[in-house]
C-alpha cells in the first residue's frame, strides 16, 4: 500500500570537484586487494578516476589520449587476487589498469587495428590483402557514407576511392581506380566521421567458465569479445551504424548459453553466439537505438524478454527465442519528443506482478507493465538521459526508484510514481547513480558525478 506521508531524506558525506570538464561517466564501484573501498569513473578531462569511498581522497588518475564518456568496469579478471579496471576513450582504445594505475593492455578500435596494410593484389575495382580477416559489414553504414580507401604509397599512390563492399581481405570500391595498385602499394582506411573511432563504453564483464571476457561496442560499428586478462581478440562483429551502449551477456533463449546482445543506430538488435559471435536473430526496431537493453521474463511466459528504448517514441519487449517484437507501449512520441536515452530499468511491482520504469527527454516517467501497458507516468519537467535505478535506499521494505535529470536534481519516486525526496547537484546528471551500501555501514549511500564536474556521495536516512 502507498505510504501518503513517506519522505526520504539525506546528507551529504563528501563532494569534490574533478575540474572544470562534464563528467558523464556511470560510476561503477570496488573493492581492491587490501580492502580499500573505492569509486571509478571517467571524465571529459582524458582521465579515469579511482576516489576512496569514505573520504572522496583521489587514490590515482589515469591519462588517456582524448575525452572519456562512460562507464567503466573492474574485476579480479586473472585470478591474482588484485582488480583490474578496465575505461574506453574517444582516443579509439579499450585499456586495462591494474589496481596502482599502469596500464597491462589495450584494444584498438576497428580503424586503427585493421584499417592500413600493403595489397596482395588488385584489380579495376578493388584491392585484396591476404593478411586481413575483415567482418562482413566493416566500414560500411546503412546511409551509405562509407569508409575511404586511400593508396598512400607505391603504384597508384594517392587514389582515394569509396568502399563498396568487404569480403573477408577483399575491399571493393565504388569507383574504378585509374592505376591500378600492386604488390608494391600500402593503403590506409579513412572514417566518414571521425567520431567512428570513439569508444564510449568500456563493455560488459562476465565470468565465463575457462575465464573473464569484455564484450564491448564501439563507434566503429562493431562489437567485439575480448579475453578480460590479456585482451586477445575472441571474435568480432559488424553492424551498420555506430553502436553506443555496451552489450547485454545473458541466455536470453533459455537454451543453457549465454548470448550478446547489443543495441545499433543502425536500427537493429542483434543477438549473437557469446562463443562464437555468430548472430542468432535481429530485429529491425525502425528507429536508432543509443540506450541500454534490459531483460527479464516480463509477462511470466517462462520466456525472456528483451526491452528496449530509443529514438522511435515507443518502448519495444522482444521476444528472447526469436527476436520478434511481442508488445509495444504507447507512442509518446505524438506530443513530446520521442527520443528516451534511459534503460527500461526492470523491477517487481506488486506480487508477481514486473514492471519497467525510465525517464525521457520530454521529461516523463513511464512505468510500464508485462505486456508494455501504461501503469503510471509522472512529469518532472525536466530532460532525463541517465538511467533510473530501483533499489530500498532506507531499508523500510519499499522499493524507491532513483531518476537522474539534466538540471541536477536526483528525484526519488516510491513505486507508484509518488516523488518523495530529492538529492540536487551543480550539473546535470547524465551517469546512472550508483547506489547500494558502498562504504559498508549498512546503509545505502548513492554517488552521483554531474556535467559541471562535480562528484558527491550521499547517505539517505
Known amino acids: ?81 588484485k582488480i583490474e579496471i578496465f575505461g574506453a576513450s574517444h582516443d579509439g582504445h579499450v585499456y586495462c589498469l591494474n589496481e596502482q594505475g599502469e596500464r597491462i593492455w589495450f584494444h584498438s578500435n576497428l580503424y586503427y587495428r585493421e584499417g ?24 560500411l553504414r546503412m546511409d551509405g557514407n562509407h569508409a575511404e580507401l586511400a593508396i598512400v604509397s607505391g603504384t597508384g599512390a ?25 604488390a608494391t602499394s600500402t593503403y590506409e582506411i579513412h572514417p566518414f566521421h571521425e567520431s567512428d573511432v570513439y569508444y564510449q563504453h568500456a563493455g560488459q564483464l562476465v565470468k565465463e567458465p575457462d575465464a573473464w571476457y569484455l564484450y564491448t561496442t564501439s563507434f566503429d560499428n562493431q562489437c567485439v569479445k575480448l579475453k578480460a586478462s590479456t585482451g586477445e581478440l575472441i571474435w568480432k562483429f559488424s553492424s551498420l551504424e555506430q553502436n553506443e551502449p555496451f552489450p547485454a551477456v545473458v541466455d536470453i533463449d533459455g537454451d543453457g548459453k549465454l548470448e550478446c546482445l547489443f543495441n545499433s543506430i543502425d536500427e537493429h538488435v542483434y543477438c549473437l553466439d557469446a562463443e562464437t559471435g555468430s548472430l542468432k536473430w535481429h530485429n529491425h526496431a525502425g528507429f536508432g537505438i543509443d540506450c541500454f537493453g534490459s531483460y527479464a521474463d516480463m509477462d511470466n511466459d517462462g520466456v525472456m524478454e528483451y526491452i528496449i528504448n530509443g529514438r522511435g517514441g515507443r518502448t519495444l519487449y522482444l521476444d528472447g527465442v526469436t527476436g520478434e517484437t511481442k508488445y509495444k507501449s504507447t507512442d509518446w512520441s505524438v506530443w513530446a519528443t520521442s527520443e528516451t536515452n534511459s534503460r527500461a530499468t526492470v523491477f517487481h511491482y506488486e506480487p508477481g506482478q ?91 549511500e548513492v554517488l552521483l558525478t554531474s556535467l559541471d564536474g562535480y562528484v558527491s556521495l550521499s547517505r539517505f536516512r
Open 158 to 182: 594517392g587514389q582515394r576511392r569509396k568502399i563498396s563492399g568487404v569480403e573477408t581481405d577483399t575491399l571493393w570500391i565504388e569507383e574504378a581506380f585509374d592505376t591500378l595498385p600492386d
Open 354 to 444: 514486473k514492471a519497467v520504469v525510465f525517464g525521457g527527454l520530454a521529461g516523463f516517467v513511464y512505468c510500464l507493465d508485462g505486456q508494455a501497458n501504461t501503469i503510471w507516468r509522472t512529469f518532472l519537467a525536466a530532460n532525463m538521459r541517465g538511467s533510473t535505478s530501483v533499489l530500498d535506499i532506507n531499508s523500510d521494505g519499499e522499493q524507491e526508484i532513483l531518476v537522474p535529470d539534466m538540471m541536477g536534481t536526483l528525484t526519488i519516486l516510491d513505486q507508484y510514481g509518488k516523488e518523495i525526496g530529492q538529492v540536487h547537484v551543480k550539473g546535470g546528471i547524465e551517469g546512472t547513480p550508483l547506489a547500494g551500501d558502498l562504504d559498508g555501514d549498512g546503509k545505502t
Open 116 to 139: 592500413n596494410g600493403q595489397v596482395t593484389s588488385a584489380s579495376e575495382w578493388g584491392i585484396t590483402d591476404s593478411t586481413k580477416e575483415w567482418a562482413a559489414n566493416s566500414f
Open 1 to 81: 500500500m502507498q505510504n501518503m506521508g513517506k519522505r526520504i531524506e539525506h546528507e551529504i558525506l563528501w563532494q569534490v570537484k574533478t575540474g572544470d570538464e562534464p563528467i558523464y561517466s556511470t560510476p561503477i564501484f570496488a573493492i581492491f586487494s587490501k580492502g580499500q573501498r573505492v569509486v571509478i569513473y571517467q571524465s571529459w578531462d582524458w582521465y579515469i578516476y579511482v576516489r576512496e569511498v569514505e573520504t572522496g581522497r583521489l587514490v590515482w588518475r589515469y591519462l588517456f589520449g582524448a575525452p572519456n564518456y562512460g562507464r567503466p568496469q573492474a574485476a579480479d579478471v586473472d585470478g591474482d587476487g
